[in-house]
């Protein structure tokens, strides 16, 4: 884990409310794994006191050894409104990489990930590590999930490394109208994949969870809930965790990524 300040590349939108960031990062980021975050704060110390969390959506290396983390965020209040106003050649104060990850491998040879809006953030790097390892990633697919078609984001990354994507949309302005838990349901009544890897809101995740423990199928969710230390130090993350597991996790220290089995439901 490191603190730094860092140069901003590049900060552009990609719909939806979204911008996808491009940061100067230290050389350790070279090896971050997908499912882990960062933390931002402005430089100056201006703006909320807390740092605000932040999954890698990518890992840019370069030839000539430098490297380039990528976030993709949703502006919703102060911070990101903030954020999504500066230019390349601004600073934020970056730290990390913090958290566990997905903890899938090649050996994992059917993978779908489900994403809810901005969740595909970091899914998309676990898709471009996977390809990278040499996985088959047109024996993968992205089920992705909106209210409209504008939550739709980033879908291409995934078809690019020739996953099928299945996108759903509340309103039915784009894929399949209704939520993405059906055609994920009905694709794994048919051929079950080897595992389930899901990022989004907690109803859709707990969803997920459901539908993968029903199937007998190992899902790894990523929860995105509301940081406040950042460090294990106070319950501003805590979920409610069941089973044998049953107790309570912090989302900052022990994960962001869980085995689905342990949400409650
Ligand atoms: C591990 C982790 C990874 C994350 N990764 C991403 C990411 O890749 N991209 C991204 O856009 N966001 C991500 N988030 C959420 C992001 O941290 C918040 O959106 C951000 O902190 C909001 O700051 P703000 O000052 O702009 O909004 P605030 O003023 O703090 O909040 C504005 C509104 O959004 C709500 N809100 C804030 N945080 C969350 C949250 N986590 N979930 C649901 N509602 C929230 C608040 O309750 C409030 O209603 C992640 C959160 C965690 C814990
Ligand atoms: S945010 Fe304080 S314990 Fe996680």
């Known amino acids: 884990m490191i603190q730094t300040e860092t140069v901003i590349r590049a900060n552009d939108p990609v719909g939806g409310g979204c911008r996808r960031m491009m940061l100067d990062a230290p050389p350790e980021y070279g090896n971050a794994r997908p499912g882990q975050f960062v933390t931002l704060r402005f430089p ?11 999954s890698i959506h990518g890992v840019v290396k370069a030839a000539d050894g430098t490297v380039g983390v ?9 911070f990101t409104q903030r954020l999504s106003a500066m230019r390349p050649g601004g600073a934020v104060d970056l730290l990390g990489p913090l958290g566990n990850d997905f903890g899938v491998d090649a ?24 390809a990278e390892m040499g996985v088959d990633m047109a024996s993968c697919a992205l089920f992705m999930g909106g209210r409209s078609a504008d939550d739709l984001i980033s879908t291409e990354r995934f078809a690019d ?29 048919i051929s079950p994949p080897d595992v389930i890897c899901a990022c989004g809101p907690m109803p859709m995740l707990r969803a997920v969870a459901g539908i ?50 342990w949400l409650k439901r």
Not at 107 to 125: H, Q
């Open 70 to 78: 990528e976030l993709l965020y949703k502006v919703v209040g102060g």
């Open 107 to 130: 050996s994992a040879r059917r993978v779908w990930m489900v994403a809810g809006g901005i969740g595909a953030a970091p899914l998309a790097f676990l898709a471009r590590r996977l």
């Open 161 to 189: 490394l020739g996953m099928a994507v299945h996108a759903t949309t509340e309103d039915g302005g784009a894929g399949e109208a209704g939520l993405v838990t059906a055609p994920l349901a009905r694709e794994a009544a």
């Open 212 to 261: 993968a423990e029903a199937r007998g199928i190992p899902s790894r969710v990523s929860i995105e809930t509301v940081m406040a230390c950042g460090l294990g130090a106070c319950l501003g993350c805590a979920v409610e965790t069941a089973g044998d597991e049953k107790g309570y996790r912090h989302v900052c220290r022990d994960g962001p990524v869980f085995d689905g089995g």
């Open 44 to 54: 100056d110390g201006s703006g909320p006191l807390l740092r605000r969390p932040f």
